[in-house]
């Protein structure tokens, strides 16, 4: 059996020691005993963790309890699991893992009072993503995935809040807040829980409606439903109200084409389209101009390119882009040099007011999936293209430790002898 995050949290414990050797020398040794001795079985590593926390009740603390919540999640230790999520969430009351385990561990055991506290957490659950909303759009995604996410985000608290509601006999209350859910985000999850109440209120048609929609969405979806129970269920309330199951099937691809379409036409609103669709060499790509226009790489075939992929929201990036721009005076002379400022930024539209705001005089242009193309995993990262369009240089984050435009004019001369 092996324990990751217990690993990190054994690395973190040896790296803490030169902080504060003397005080954590102790802890280190039996932190790494507990899981020694553990041998591989959970169960005794929570009673290791939990007599480690008795003898060194301040050390690493927080972390050691996190690990003791997943672990009793894992062993459905629900006793514990809810004990012990109370306590990592005392520490980060935003650790939306383990306020929705709470919730659904307080669900299932449902001693006295437990679905009252589940709706109670349920309402902080709430609170406390839109107060995570509130904070703003991350700088990486363009206002139309923002949005999505947002929803999305949503519709998960309100389907968590509406399980504890049917749960609680909230009947009404709870098919409002699912239909809210569903409006916001359709899954299947959803769609089988507003089924389930629909059935639960004698609504027929309503039921084999949302059962249709949940199993549509789980063909085409990773979410873990059970399909034959969904299926047995639908089959059975279409037969009771139209005495076979002839036109189910029809019933089913309709609702199954609905979806698709819906999928795609959201889809398309959260992506541009690729205008590199089907480009498959360097030289096949074209990347839209800031201030408009298209820069076709392979017009630069038999050239230097030197490409530095950048977003407005990079710290690193600000500190490296005079230096590029730095090396672009070094060869403004040079026709044989081409320099482009490759943004990665999901939102267009803050592109611009950065740059005037930076006062930078770069060649910028859009990265139209030549990052995905160059498999950019972390910016900025620079590359410098050979006359032939291979790469004769990559360079993955900024090192402050060298002289950057100093280093990149090496590289484009060693390119230039390839």
């Known amino acids: 059996m092996k324990f990751p995050v217990l690993i990190c949290l054994l690395v973190f414990a040896f790296s803490a020691g030169a902080q504060d050797k003397a005080a954590s020398a102790d802890p280190e040794s ?14 005794k590593l929570i009673e290791n963790f939990e007599a480690f926390l008795q003898k060194h009740p301040d050390y690493r603390r927080a972390d050691i309890e996190r690990e003791i919540f997943r672990l009793s999640v894992k062993l459905r230790d629900r006793d514990r699991a809810i004990a012990y999520a109370e306590r990592v969430l005392a520490a980060n009351e935003r650790d939306f893992e383990a306020i929705t385990q709470l919730i659904d561990s307080l669900r299932e055991r449902r001693a006295e009072g437990d679905l009252k506290r589940a709706l109670e957490w349920a309402d902080k659950f709430v609170e406390r993503v839109e107060a995570a909303l509130a904070a703003g759009k991350p700088g990486r ?12 985000s949503r519709a998960s608290t309100m389907l ?38 629909s059935e639960k209120r004698g609504a027929g048609d309503e039921a084999v409606d949302y059962y249709a929609q949940a199993l549509a969405l789980s063909f085409d979806s990773s979410e873990d439903i059970d399909r034959k129970a969904v299926r047995r269920k639908l089959g059975a309330l279409y037969s009771a109200k139209a005495g076979s199951e002839q036109g189910l099937g029809d019933r ?8 698709v379409r819906e999928r795609e036409e959201r889809e398309a609103a959260l992506e541009r389209p690729n205008i590199n669709e089907g480009a498959v060499e360097t030289f096949d790509f074209k ?10 790489l392979g017009d630069h075939r038999g050239k230097i390119i030197v490409l530095n992929f950048w977003a407005t929201w990079c710290g690193p990036c600000r500190i490296e882009m005079p230096l590029f721009e730095a090396t672009i005076a070094r060869y403004k002379n040079d026709p044989d040099v081409v320099f482009l400022a490759v943004n990665t930024d999901e939102d267009r539209e803050v592109v611009k007011p950065f740059l005037k705001e930076q006062k930078y005089k770069l060649p910028v242009v859009y990265a139209d999936y030549l990052d995905e193309h160059f498999a950019i995993r972390a910016i900025p990262t ?12 990559r360079q993955q984050g900024f090192n402050s430790r060298e002289d950057f435009s100093q280093m990149l004019s090496e590289k484009i001369e060693e390119a230039k002898k390839r």
Do not use: P
């Open 30 to 43: 039996d932190l790494r005993r507990a899981v020694e001795t553990a041998g591989g079985g959970e169960a």
């Open 252 to 259: 089913l691809l309709k609702t199954y084409d609905r979806f």
């Open 382 to 393: 620079t590359i410098v293209l050979d006359r032939n369009g291979g790469v004769s240089f």
């Open 287 to 296: 990347l839209t101009r800031v201030e408009g226009g298209v820069v076709t």
């Open 160 to 197: 968590l809040r509406g399980r504890v509601l049917a749960d609680m006999g909230e009947t009404d209350r709870a098919m409002s807040e699912l239909r809210r859910s569903f409006k916001a985000a359709k899954t299947a999850e959803t769609a089988v829980a507003l089924a389930e109440l």
């Open 141 to 152: 995604l363009s206002q139309a995935q923002w949005n999505d996410r947002k929803e999305r």
